[in-house]
């Protein structure tokens, strides 16, 4: 089994400042792990993801995170954000088995809300 | 690509009926789609995996009877939520599978009065 922490409920941050949304992951086998960006009443896009190779992972929107297996963290950051970036941000695990598949059930945090004030 | 469709955005209801909510994979095909619901603030609690052509894996707590999902092809899996009552009130978001990534619907508001 899987779970996954996100230590801020909420970040508030000016435009054009850095950010980090911390994660931080427990599991008892090898995982994949992604974030997802929600906007209001809207479903959820994939920011970027993990899966295996490079613990720098690149996304969209300028977005990067870094997979840290001995901390058990990906911590999600961007060196200036916008006031488009305001929105609800969800780190999730799956698990994936010795073959490297991944069990595809996923276990979300609990969600960072991201606010960026002019 | 891997665009998935979720349909309708929104619903409102009376109670006691049953809603339909259909979840589509429009440019790839997805063994597997996974059903989600979402309460306000709160993070997303998978409900169930529907697997198509078999039935689906419901999770702890899920009523099977009340949350029926029908996987009938390859890019379609569909949730009726069966004799509605107000606390089934929520937004639910579908995902479909392509390879280890779930992408997702747009989700659909559901409202019971």
Request: glycine share 6%; charged share 15%.
């Given at each position: 089994a899987q779970s996954v922490t996100q230590l801020d409920s909420q970040v508030p941050v000016f435009e054009e400042a850095p950010v980090e949304l911390r994660c931080n992951y427990s599991s008892s086998v090898s995982v994949y792990l992604f974030w997802y960006v929600q906007y209001p009443n809207q479903g959820l896009q994939l920011l970027l993801k993990y899966l295996?190779?490079?613990?720098l992972v690149k996304g969209i929107n300028g977005f990067e995170a870094e997979f840290n297996k001995s901390q058990t963290s990906f911590h999600l950051r961007k060196p200036s954000v916008h006031i488009s970036d305001t929105a609800e941000y969800f780190c999730a695990v799956s698990g994936a088995n010795a073959g490297g598949t991944s069990y595809g059930k996923l276990t979300f945090g609990q969600g960072t809300i991201l606010t960026v004030h002019p | 690509g891997a665009v998935v469709s979720q349909h309708p955005s929104r619903v409102i209801c009376k109670s006691g009926t049953s809603v339909k909510i259909e979840c589509r994979s429009l440019d790839f095909q997805a063994t597997t789609m996974f059903w989600y619901r979402q309460f306000p603030k709160k993070s997303l609690m998978l409900m169930a995996t529907s697997n198509e052509g078999s039935k689906a894996t419901y999770e702890q707590g899920v009523e099977k009877d009340k949350f029926l999902i029908n996987?009938?092809?390859?890019t379609l899996s569909t949730l009726t939520v069966t004799?509605?009552?107000?606390?089934?009130?929520s937004f639910y978001i579908c995902s479909a599978s392509y390879g280890d990534i779930q992408y997702f619907g747009a989700g659909t508001r559901l409202s019971v009065l």
């Open positions: 295996s190779g490079s613990t | 996987h009938a092809s390859l004799s509605a009552h107000p606390e089934d009130s």
